[in-house]
């Protein structure tokens, strides 16, 4: 039998646990770090860990391997040293190690999970998202069930390496205990309170066999919750310890808020479609015999809306004409958009006026004109009504450029229209130019963005009047869509990627449509379309 | 569905064609209908019909044949087409995904997205066509509204390589996959696959089968732009990017000291002049972004074919690159550039 002595200098009080043990598997030498590490084992007591006795039963028969095992709250490794016949096994504790390893995992999860979290603002998206990771990284299948309305829960599920797949049934949640309350906020119920077996038929995906364990967490949210997360281990699994359930929550108040986040976004998101409808451009097309095309583009890239509008209002209630407007209003941005639409709303209004562009001007003048206010605006009236092939063109600029026609023959003039702009002054005046569109020739109305803008290949050159006459001249005989398309592409690539101020063009032409009937040449002839 | 004719050997692209060129509008529905009507099925009108006559507005424009104002009424035509073979062929029920259809911002070339859209509506997918002139922050509101399965992207124009792969990458960031198409992207697809894109295809027939044979992969974590391009850490794009319009106005103030003709030049010329210095220096700054050399060689030859249609004397895009070439002294991988560039046209003359 060895003794201190034999096994070397400082052997008592090493930092590391030693038990050299015997052939017959009797501990024959401990160390202090090993006495208080194995409280139970004493010199001369069998060796009683069966994962340390199959290994070193092991070395006894030619082996050298280490063992890997745990010894009461432990982690430890065990090196084999021959010792003579006996083995001297140094204990290795760690312990340490194991949690710090265990801890990165669970790091680099939480890391992996925020960023693909974070990924979509779409509510249907985030749920499938906290599904697919909770069932690879914590469970074997994963649901995920949002708070639902009138009895049905939407809800999304995905088994471990499959895909998300979403479901909404009719269900009551309080038949799985601590779902009701995870769904009204309440705080968790321990998983050990919770039978499997109870796990009601809809909680389990297809083919998952029989559920081990299972455990609800809430997702919370911004006030409301968000919804809860069911993880779920088959029968033949571990079930969850307190260690995971406590960081399933972790991964939970993560899922929670963004998904919130989604449902944020998304409710915003509606709200600014809804109000935002009534801003856009709307879609331009053929109105009694006359085609009538638009482009658009706001200022700044993230705004769908600007100080720039246009819309096209077709005959009707006594009127023979249609009555385009194009205008621009002091400001940009969602300002100013909203403004346009107040302007739009009043023209609207003022439509059975249309007949008479001052008179129609000066009322939208009164109406702006409060003296609280400083909004002005200016505006081209387009009326135009079809006059056998031609269309007839009453045209009327206030305080806006006026508009310009580009003849069949490539040949562009100036209307001669002017007037004062609207919102600022008690009285306006202005002047309506009458023009007559032969087949072939456009009109196009257009807001000082297109000719204002700065850039072109040499950087600072404004794209100006002339080169938009020189753009006009090339679109001779075109249809309105493409003059109205060309005319705002050169502006826009006029600008490059430098800023521009908002854009609006609308083109006017005869349509090209066999002309079927036309009473007397005047009113609303009807045309193919 | 009833047998369905091949449109090969017909004379209906021809038909098309015509009517689209005389801008007859009603002529060209007619075409497109007669083909329907005799049992070519609608994918086939769109993409073999409309696709082919919109192929060879491209081509015409490229060799200078058709005017820019007659290859915007020809597309003009065509969208009608398009849209009045919506109202005539019956919708299928939706049998697959949501799919968004969007052009690169900047891109005014939107019929082959728009083809797209179509035939992945005949085929049965849920469909969002926001066309184009989309700029990336509308493009990326959409996909959080609608969580679509993937974004088919499109760009015809190769200097828009940059900010396509700037909107791939806020796609992916969003959760979304990307295919793309157009000829930005190569007729290979190589800029496709450099940029990250999970799917590429030469077509719109091809963009349909592939998506309807498998969702394409999410991407999976965060990646920037630079992830995928390791070269743009040298600053040579970024500079000659940044410095284009007065690389440019260097270039042609040179120019009219070397070339005597320039001096007699109008108005119209020197716009023209200045216009292609820029599309020059733009073809340079992708060439750099993308590190293919090819993308800015082809360049050059395209252009020396249309100087020499316009009768512009072949040295002065050789005088040009000089000056160009003297200017980026300090940029070892644009020098480079512009003298395969300058080999390029030594080869043509």
């Known amino acids: ?529 | 569905m009833t047998a369905t004719r091949a449109v090969a050997g017909t004379r209906y692209p021809e038909l098309l064609w015509d009517a689209v060129l005389a801008c007859d509008e009603y002529a060209a529905r007619d075409v497109a209908f007669a083909a329907l009507d005799a049992g070519v099925s609608a994918e086939s009108v769109l993409l073999d019909v409309v696709g082919a006559v919109q192929r060879r507005v491209g081509v015409e424009w490229a060799a200078a044949r058709i005017t820019v104002a007659q290859e915007h009424a020809a597309t003009a035509i065509n969208e009608r087409v398009i849209a009045a073979l919506a109202t005539r062929t019956p919708r299928p029920a939706a049998r697959h995904g949501r799919i968004t259809v969007s052009c690169v911002d900047g891109e005014w070339h939107a019929l082959p997205a728009r083809l797209l859209a179509e035939t992945l509506t005949l085929r049965g997918f849920t469909v969002d066509y926001l066309g184009a002139q989309v700029p990336a922050p509308h493009l990326v509101a959409h996909l959080h509204r609608t969580a679509p399965e993937a974004v088919a992207l499109s760009s015809s124009i190769p200097t828009r390589l940059p900010v396509a792969h700037a909107t791939i990458t806020a796609c992916q960031a969003a959760g979304v996959p990307v295919i793309v198409g157009g000829a930005a992207f190569g007729a290979d697809g190589r800029y496709a696959r450099l940029l990250g894109a999970q799917a590429w295809a030469p077509d719109a027939r091809a963009a349909a089968d592939r998506l309807a044979a498998a969702p394409l992969p999410r991407p999976v974590g965060a990646h920037q732009p630079i992830d995928d391009l390791p070269h743009l850490a040298d600053q040579e794009y970024s500079m000659v990017a940044r410095s284009a319009t007065s690389l440019v106005a260097a270039v042609y103030a040179g120019l009219a000291e070397r070339v005597p003709a320039m001096r007699d030049y109008g108005e119209q010329e020197r716009q023209h002049t200045a216009q292609d210095l820029a599309h020059i220096v733009d073809f340079l700054a992708t060439a750099l972004y993308v590190g293919d050399e090819e993308l800015f060689t082809g360049f050059v030859a395209w252009t020396a074919g249309i100087l020499a249609a316009r009768g512009v004397p072949p040295h002065a895009l050789h005088a040009g690159l000089d000056l160009l070439a003297a200017r980026l002294r300090d940029f070892p991988r644009a020098g480079r550039l512009v003298a395969a560039g300058i080999d390029q046209l030594e080869r043509i003359h």
């Open chain 1, 1 to 529: 039998m060895p003794n201190q002595a034999e096994a070397g200098p400082g052997w008592p009080a090493a930092p590391v646990a030693i038990v050299v043990v015997d052939t017959d598997g009797v501990v024959a030498d401990v160390n202090d770090a090993g006495r208080a590490l194995l409280p139970d084992v004493a010199v001369g007591t069998v060796l009683a860990d069966p994962w340390l006795r199959d290994a070193h039963d092991r070395v006894l028969a030619g082996g050298a391997e280490t063992a890997i095992g745990r010894l009461g709250e432990r982690s430890i490794v065990a090196h084999p040293v021959r010792h003579g016949a006996d083995v001297a096994w140094w204990l290795v504790d760690t312990t340490a190690e194991e949690e710090l390893r265990l801890e990165r995992r669970r790091t680099d999860f939480l890391a992996t999970a925020s960023s693909a979290l974070l990924a979509s603002l779409n509510p249907d998206r985030c749920m499938e998202m906290t599904a697919q990771l909770a069932a690879t990284y914590l469970a074997d299948a994963a649901l995920v069930i949002a708070p639902g309305r009138q009895g049905w829960l939407p809800m999304v599920s995905c088994v471990r390496d499959g895909h998300p797949v979403r479901d909404e049934r009719v269900a009551n949640p309080d038949e799985v205990p601590g779902l009701g309350e995870a769904l009204r906020g309440f705080p968790p119920v321990p998983s050990r309170w919770i039978d499997p077996a109870g796990a009601p038929e809809w909680l389990r995906p297809p083919d998952f066999g029989e559920v081990g364990s299972l455990v609800v967490t809430p997702l919370p949210g911004h006030g409301v919750p968000a919804g809860a997360l069911v993880l779920l281990r088959r029968s033949q699994q571990a079930v969850f310890s307190d260690d995971e359930e406590l960081f399933a929550r972790l991964f939970a108040a993560r899922a929670g808020s963004a998904l919130s986040a989604a449902h944020a976004y998304a409710q915003q998101a509606l709200i600014t479609d809804v109000l935002m409808r009534d801003l856009l451009p709307p879609a331009l097309r053929e109105v009694g015999g006359v085609d009538f095309a638009g482009r658009y583009r706001a200022a700044l890239d993230t705004d769908r809306v600007g100080g720039d509008f246009y819309d096209v209002h077709p005959a009707g209630d006594g009127r023979a004409e249609t009555l385009a407007v194009l205008g621009d209003v002091c400001g940009k941005g969602l300002e100013a958009a909203v403004l346009t639409g107040k302007i739009r709303t009043t023209l609207r209004a003022l439509l059975p006026m249309a007949d008479d562009h001052q008179r129609l001007l000066r009322l939208l003048n009164d109406a702006l004109l409060t003296p609280a206010s400083t909004r002005f605006a200016t505006l081209v009236l387009a009326s135009a009504v079809r006059d056998g092939a031609a269309v007839l063109l009453r045209l009327t600029a206030a305080g806006h450029p006026p508009p310009l026609v580009v003849r069949a023959n490539g040949e562009v003039e100036e209307v001669d229209t002017r007037g004062m702009l609207v919102g600022v002054l008690p009285t306006i005046r202005s002047r309506t130019a009458t023009v007559t569109l032969d087949p072939a020739d456009t009109c196009l109305l257009y807001t000082d963005g297109i000719v204002e803008v700065r850039g072109g290949p040499l950087g600072n050159e404004m794209f100006g009047e002339r080169r938009l006459r020189g753009a006009l001249a090339e679109c001779a005989g075109l249809p309105a869509e493409a003059t109205a398309e060309r005319i705002h592409m050169l502006a826009m690539q006029w600008a490059g990627d430098r800023p521009h101020d908002d854009m609006a063009v609308v083109t006017i032409t005869a349509s090209r449509g066999q002309h079927l009937t036309a009473v007397g040449g005047h009113g609303r002839g009807r045309y193919t379309s």
